[in-house]
């Protein structure tokens, strides 16, 4: 459930126990003058990807949007011969779009990479995980990304995830939005620590389009006292290797231990020193034989554009920079539309100071900021929001997609609980629901894409 507003993990307990086989232990809360362009709603919003970032008025839909709604798979890309292929892109997914025709062309030997930030409607993976699903297919498995480890309550789509023990995190409300300690939480804002009950995390591979390629992972850890440690398995499921990682002098920094497997795998750490605490693992194929599309997923419940710019501002970009984004998305606003007292100016800063943020990584990203969708308990509230979302959008040169208008605008949510789509909280949705926007993002993503 939620509290004051805060979008939590409550609802979700009962879809992830029916998608990763059990109930989450240990869930807690967490939840315009100018018009952005927008993108081509497979839905029948009409809004034009090519628009340039200053542009006032949307054209209609182009017939090629509307007829990739059903899966996304079909979405742009040229006919053979088609001499478009060869032209770069323009607009403010030209950077997306030109790593995707590179990739699609086998001239690129580095994965695409996307990465949300967002709230509860991206932790749960469903709503990220249909967008990933949908862009490997067409372009090449890169693998899951970003993975948190020890993080109880969460699921990762092709990925086994579990926790056993004690374990805690910091910061202690991962959805803050006042700086925690040093701010160094690693790519995903939180850190994990298992300290009781013999605690041990882990991640299993069981997509099966890994299957036969050389995988890489990288375990990112922080140590806080010499005499921690712990122990690592990796290796296959089956058989593992096993050893001891000890702190020593290296301590207060974040750290990166790289591996690989060939094929499907497994990562687990058994704790134990309570002084090791996790940041997450990434994992991913190897880009110069297996070059594919990435989605790292940094959702987390009650998230906020100011959760985010808690964080230390020079330890996460330093994180980001391991794996620049071609595509950078922004999806958060369900919890602020929960606030009685919203105030446009300050939301309106922190989203234009999170783009910024991500653009001293690179600069030339591409940018989409996601609108908040449609809640019950709320409906005079979202339209506002929504608003200003969009307005920041162009003021940066973002696209701009209207979950909310998506679903079909206010008293939406009614109609998708109605037909299975919305969740009983009637702010979240459930896993139906999710993919089909997640199936209409993606169509809507590519449908002014122009390459092979």
Not at 234 to 263: C, D, F, I, Y
Not at 323 to 339: H, M, S, T
Not at 429 to 449: F, I, S, V, W
Request: with cysteine; glycine share 14%; charged share 20%.
């Amino acid at each position: 459930m939620y509290t004051q507003g805060r979008i939590g993990l409550g609802p979700l307990v009962v879809w992830l126990a029916a998608c990763s086989g059990g109930v989450p232990e240990g869930t807690v809360p967490v939840t315009g003058a100018t018009t952005a362009p927008t993108l081509p709603a497979s839905s029948g919003v009409p809004a034009p990807v090519s628009a340039p970032p200053t542009a006032t008025t949307a054209a209609s839909a182009s017939a090629s949007a509307s007829a990739t709604s059903a899966g996304g798979a079909a979405a742009g890309g040229s006919e053979p011969g088609d001499a478009r292929a060869l032209e770069p892109h323009t607009g403010p997914l030209a950077t997306f779009h030109d790593a995707l025709g590179e990739l699609a062309a086998g001239r690129r030997h580095e994965h695409v990479r996307v990465t949300w930030l967002g709230d509860s409607h991206a932790q749960a993976d469903f709503w990220t995980g249909t967008l990933r699903e949908v862009l490997q297919r067409r372009f090449g498995t890169g693998g899951p990304g970003f993975v948190h480890l020890g993080f109880k309550g969460y699921r990762h789509g092709g990925t086994r995830v579990d926790t056993h023990g004690s374990w805690r995190w910091r910061p202690k409300k991962p959805s803050t939005t006042e700086p925690s300690g040093d701010g160094v939480f690693g790519l995903g804002g939180l850190l994990t620590a298992g300290y009781a009950d013999e605690p041990w995390a882990s991640v299993e591979l069981t997509d099966p389009a890994l299957e036969g390629k050389r995988v890489r992972w990288e375990l990112c850890h922080k140590w806080g006292d010499p005499r921690g440690e712990f122990l690592l398995e990796h290796g296959p499921v089956g058989s593992p290797e096993r050893r001891k990682l000890q702190a020593g002098a290296r301590l207060g920094s974040l750290e990166h231990l790289s591996l690989e497997t060939q094929g499907l795998g497994l990562l687990r750490v058994r704790v134990t020193d309570v002084h090791a605490e996790f940041c997450g693992v990434v994992v991913e194929t190897d880009p110069k034989l297996h070059p594919g599309v990435v989605v790292d997923n940094l959702g987390l419940n009650g998230g906020r554009y100011a959760t985010a710019l808690s964080w230390d501002p020079t330890g996460w970009k330093k994180e980001l920079a391991r794996r620049p984004p071609d595509l950078a998305v922004i999806e958060y606003g369900g919890n602020e539309a929960g606030d009685p007292n919203f105030r446009p100016a300050a939301y309106k800063r922190n989203l234009l100071s999170v783009v910024a943020r991500v653009r001293e990584v690179r600069p030339e990203v591409s940018c989409l900021v996601i609108g908040l969708t449609e809640r019950n308990d709320a409906e005079d509230r979202i339209v506002p929001v929504r608003d200003v979302q969009r307005e920041a959008a162009a003021e940066v040169g973002c696209l701009f997609w209207d979950s909310y208008e998506q679903m079909g605008g206010k008293g939406s949510m009614r109609v998708w609980q109605a037909d299975g789509r919305g969740a009983d909280d009637g702010v979240h949705l459930k896993p139906k629901g999710y993919e089909e926007l997640g199936q209409r993002l993606a169509a809507d993503l590519l449908a002014t894409y122009h390459g092979p």
